[in-house]
């Protein structure tokens, strides 16, 4: 394949794609939700008519695999045809009716309130999801489908493949009949674009997945502009495992929870978000076993590429700096065999519950495949533990039913640090159903109140707006008093498909 | 009356009330809906019990008369009711279901998704809502119904009145079992104790009423904490009002409006955050009859005291500053007759547009009786004036139905600046009906996606979180199979009150 270089974007262009996106905001806004649900679909068509040109891009620039392509490819086409479908229900909305009643003291108004987009919305492309939270990902995905008008900041380890599904975001605009300035894509390595793009005036919300020091720059620098926006910043998590004891006095239940935890630890080679980092068990002798068995098959598993050479090295330098803090990871192995390019070890750290409450930096997550078990002499240090933990996307009970019956403390404190809680399950594999929540307290994300998975994603892009006495011609269709379109309005307090009838 | 001092609350007073609200949220989050909503109720019922008693500090206190104590008193009993009413229907939780599907690829778990409160939250009093946006105003009440225990930081201008009705939330939180910390109320004159309260780790959200510069300062010192915290400041706003020019041809209608629009402005002395500070009207010979119509109306009100000396002298350096822009204010007059303490004189300027669109001091809120009027040459000068506004709480169109078909470009402007927009009627008057959005587009507000006003302020004191795989008995009550309570659900992305049946 003919390697291709791409210019690093200048800021005469940052501020044209931020004015261009500024001027389509009227016309893209008010398009209606059938056309911009087409627009969606459209995409969603063109990715599944280039994918072999994309796979093949996607595949080469990033290292991953095909079957890795394949299932992100899916992924990125339903949820296009998700978001696409909910546009089209208008119950993203959020309309509410009140009418007006004279007779009460202070007369009451005729209000009617629902949601509109927030305007221009930048997209950092994720490292770690060339497609599904990238270019045309969850976010943009999100953002369009609800009217604003959407830049992507292209992220340079898979710029080609960014570029190609760019291409074909332009092109399902064009045939669609949306403004022009709807999308733009720019390239860039230096931190400089991301930037400008976030300052610019013009701009009214950000979406970002990776590092917390890159969502945390972005976040301050929204907050210090003179009218502050909101960044919806996915900063990565530890995703503790909390491993019951009397779940594993049965071998059974020991072998199968140990190589399904080792499947999650080694999926995606540890990079994806939801990557379980931290495992409390509580310390005895099947605990001893499952860590043995956990470790053998973790360490066992075959290694794949990093992403990057740059999180090869960081994840390198983790794994020192994990060690410097006296953690053994002499559990770690060299997998035999392989000989891939930007591969590493994965590694298995052991430590007490006290050390891990002590010492803050025991729970900073090292990006890859690395994960720490941690020895607690009871429940009661288990709880010590939780409650020193840092917000997180996921947290995962491994346990009989019946041992967590008298444990509402621990599941109090796990509930307050996390926005998902998997029970005997694994935290990978996020589904995006419309009741997946894929966010949580700080540092997981910078705002715990929005999902950035499923279609409440799109809620994070809006704002309510309220007309008193309007008119009931020059009301928008979705607050008229006919419910042409039955979507789902709450009446005087109550939920209906219905008309409003006096 | 006897004066009555306050003392300054200490930094050990403020970390005291901070962990004890910690402490008290375990156990307060997980109290019945139909428990807090009791609380809530018999807050209500003390305020009426202490009514007299409050009336008489709160007059003495403010210098608002006992008319405007009776409509505060009803409004804040009013919200207390709402608020628990909605807390009991549960609808508040969000609640979202999508049961498993083990057939579909990848594998679909069982995701049940509630929203869950954030934790402790602090409110500032307002100086201009002694009672509904002060110690049991709408912020605390909104936190308190959803399980976030609250602490006020009374403000000073009212500090006797928040201290009588801090005794009767704590006594009514004490006879309906509340724990201990549920609500603490600390005095303080200095920004000192505000901004440790902000700054420490138990506080998870903030809410405040008041100027700009208040708000602002919170909202840098949340974001800028280790663990970022949501600020929902209201900060204000110049509320303008379009009038068109076929409504002023009908004499009726002009007389009509100006009396209106007179009243609005001088209502609470100017000091509502709704107040109509800007009026913008088309110049011609029917805009200058309105506009001596209501500068005789609002000159010739009568004047009462302003909420406090300090107040007082701001407006009157407010005024200086406008006038040192070159604003004719000689409108102005001095009421007759009128000796009351912390009197001014209420101020109406005019300008034309093009002075509006190049100088954008002149759209800062001057916080009492003054309002601007902008002669604009024609409606494309109004639209080009409505592009430079900043974000407000209101707008309100002042027009026949007629005139404003094919003024989409104006309307979409005024939309995309505004919380909400009243048509023929005046900004002042905030109902608190569920569909009201009391909110806007910063600098009215550090967070348009949020309402202060209905029952949807409690959801700015949320965030979600999901069960996966989880047994049906540990799921909590709203989650489960049977829907016990019959809440509105949405199930496999269907709203319904039924229950789960596979």
Chains 1, 2 share one sequence.
Request: with cysteine.
């Amino acid at each position: 394949m003919r390697p291709e270089i791409f210019c690093e974007s200048t800021t005469i262009e940052v501020n044209a794609a931020c004015e261009l996106a500024y001027h389509a905001f009227e016309e893209f806004s008010q398009k209606s939700d059938d056309d911009r649900s087409k627009f969606l679909l459209r995409i969603a068509d063109l990715l599944q008519i280039y994918r072999e040109k994309i796979g093949e891009i996607y595949c080469a620039e990033s290292g991953l695999t095909k079957d890795r392509f394949e299932g992100e490819l899916f992924r990125t086409v339903r949820q296009l045809i998700n978001f696409s479908n909910e546009v089209k229900s208008s119950s993203w909305r959020n309309a509410s009716i009140d009418t007006a009643n004279v007779n009460q003291q202070p007369a009451k108004p005729d209000l009617r309130k629902m949601s509109v987009p927030l305007g221009p919305v930048v997209v950092f492309g994720a490292s770690n999801f060339p497609l599904a939270y990238s270019t045309i990902g969850g976010d943009a995905a999100a953002a369009l489908a609800v009217g604003c008008p959407v830049i992507v900041k292209a992220h340079a380890f898979h710029a080609a493949t960014s570029d190609l599904v760019a291409t074909l975001v332009v092109q399902a605009a064009q045939e669609t009949g949306m403004p022009d300035g709807v999308f733009s894509h720019l390239h860039a390595r230096s931190f400089r674009v991301g930037q400008e793009l976030v300052q610019h005036p013009c701009i009214k919300a950000v979406g970002f997945t990776g590092s917390h020091a890159g969502g945390r720059a972005l976040f301050d620098l929204a907050n210090a502009r003179k009218e502050p926006i909101p960044v919806f910043a996915e900063m990565g998590s530890v995703n503790p495992v909390f491993v019951f004891p009397e779940f594993l006095k049965d071998k059974s239940k020991k072998e199968k929870s140990a190589e399904m935890l080792a499947n999650s630890m080694i999926s995606g080679m540890g990079q994806f978000c939801t990557n379980p980092g931290l495992i409390f068990v509580i310390e005895n002798e099947n605990s001893a076993d499952f860590i043995a068995l956990l470790s053998k098959a973790f360490l066992n598993k075959e290694t794949t590429s990093m992403l990057h050479v740059s999180i090869k090295e960081r994840f390198d330098q983790g794994k020192v700096k994990i060690e410097r803090q006296g953690v053994d990871l002499n559990h770690s192995v060299l997998a035999a065999g392989n000989h891939s390019v930007n591969r590493v070890n994965q590694a298995l750290g052991l430590i007490k519950g006290c050390q891990f409450i002590q010492d803050s930096e025991l729970q900073e997550e090292v990006f890859g495949p690395f994960s720490m078990v941690i020895d607690c002499t009871d429940l009661d240090e288990m709880l010590a533990c939780c409650k020193v933990l840092k917000g997180q996307l996921t947290a995962t009970i491994i346990a009989l039913e019946s041992e967590l019956k008298d444990q509402e403390k621990l599941l109090f404190q796990i509930e307050n640090k996390v926005g998902r809680i998997i029970f005997n399950g694994v935290p990978t594999g996020v589904d995006i159903s419309p009741s997946m929540h894929h966010g949580g307290p700080y540092p997981a994300t910078t705002d715990s109140r929005f999902s950035a998975v499923g279609i409440d994603a799109i809620q994070r892009f809006l704002r309510p707006i309220t007309y008193q006495n309007c008119p009931d011609e020059l009301l928008p269709a979705e607050l008229q008093n006919r419910n042409a379109m039955r979507i789902h309005r709450r009446v005087n307090n109550v939920w209906t498909t219905d008309d409003v009838i006096f």
